[in-house]
């Protein structure tokens, strides 16, 4: 799954406009390097985002296609 479709589903990030407009901005990094929206998110990568005061490191463990509100938690761990 795209980059910043997996934000969009998994709720880290509400629209995929906004996801994919900070991954153009180099604001997304993939285990510690500059990921394009396009990149093809695995199960074990770490997400780090820096929007706003509060930046967010999440490790994937979960890709589905849709996630309901109360399972789109279940797709990522908070790191820091």
């Not at 589903?9 to 990921?35: F, M, W, Y």
């Not at 999440?58 to 908070?78: H, P, R, S, T």
Request: glycine share 6%; charged share 30%.
């Amino acid at each position: 799954m795209r980059l910043d479709k997996y934000l969009k589903v998994s709720r880290i990030i509400k629209r995929r406009t906004v996801a994919n407009e900070a991954c153009d901005a180099g604001r997304v990094l993939i285990n510690g390097k500059i990921a394009r929206a396009s990149y093809e998110v695995k199960v074990g990568d770490v997400i780090e985002i820096a929007m706003g005061a509060h930046p967010v490191k999440a490790e994937v463990l979960n890709i589905n296609e849709y996630a309901k509100k109360d399972e789109a938690g279940l797709m990522y761990k908070i790191l820091s």
